[in-house]
Nanobody
């Protein structure tokens, strides 16, 4: 019933920027808690990138602090991840997570950063 749709990935040069978006459908925003992204690079386990609560609290992985910024629009059930000064190490599949009665995951979007 709940669908999480994410977009914004692509190919970008190091130092450039991308903005990911993630929208949750089929759930009312009062029931939607944390939203954010995890990422998985080849050979690595999935790791947290950034999370934002309904109250606006933000959590970032140390590797992206100062470069990435997460925000959300509760009316739209949408979260955004602004990725600035991207690095090749940011290359991964980014999966949006939306927490409600359970965790809902997006399909993933590929971010590839070239040197």
């Amino acid at each position: 019933q709940v669908q999480v749709v994410e977009s914004g990935g692509g190919l970008v040069q190091a130092g450039g920027s991308l903005r990911l978006s993630c929208s949750a459908y089929g759930i009312r925003f009062p029931l939607l808690g944390d939203m954010g992204w995890h990422r998985q690079a080849p050979g690595n386990q999935r790791e947290l990138v950034a999370v934002i609560g309904r109250d606006g609290r933000e959590i970032y992985a140390d590797s992206v602090k100062g470069r990435f910024s997460i925000s959300r629009d509760n009316v739209k059930n949408t979260a955004y991840l602004q990725m600035n000064n991207v690095k090749p190490e940011d290359t991964a599949v980014y999966y949006c997570i939306c927490r409600g009665a359970r965790d809902y995951w997006g399909q993933g979007t590929q971010v590839t950063v070239t040197a």
